[in-house]
């Protein structure tokens, strides 16, 4: 299923108001098991852009089109794409490798809940 968000003009104001829709309806998509593909490149071009202004039937101007799915409950998940460890992709101007690798190493454990928000 296919969903296109759409506001009453094409100014930040109703980008901003199409996050926010996009936001509560990809909540809402989790808590019910449906998957969510945001497919920002039909908004992009400006031939796409009015050709959607068109099928709205002036309704509205078309911020985001998102593709909804439930996953087959039979099938394996895919999976994961491996990731290299922060440290191994980004340099911090200023800082040592091993600084870089103390940082990464908090990060992890931050998120494990090992260490709590207000740790310093």
Do not use: C, K
């Not at 019910?32 to 497919?39: E, K, R, S, T, W």
């Not at 290299?84 to 998120?111: C, F, N, W, Y």
């Amino acid at each position: 299923m296919y969903a296109i968000l759409y506001g009453p003009n094409d100014e930040p104001a109703s980008w901003i108001q199409a996050g926010r829709a996009l936001s509560a309806m990809w909540l809402y998509a989790v808590a019910h098991n449906i998957a969510v593909l945001p497919l920002s490149a039909a908004v992009e071009e400006t031939f796409t852009r009015q050709s959607l202004y068109r099928m709205l039937g002036g309704l509205g101007y078309a911020q985001l089109a998102v593709r909804l799915g439930i996953a087959d409950p039979n099938q394996e998940a895919t999976p994961h794409t491996p990731r290299l460890p922060a440290s191994e992709t980004i340099t911090i101007v200023g800082l040592t490798r091993t600084d870089a690798a103390t940082a990464s190493r908090g990060s992890r454990q931050r998120r494990s809940g090992r260490i709590g928000p207000g740790y310093r």
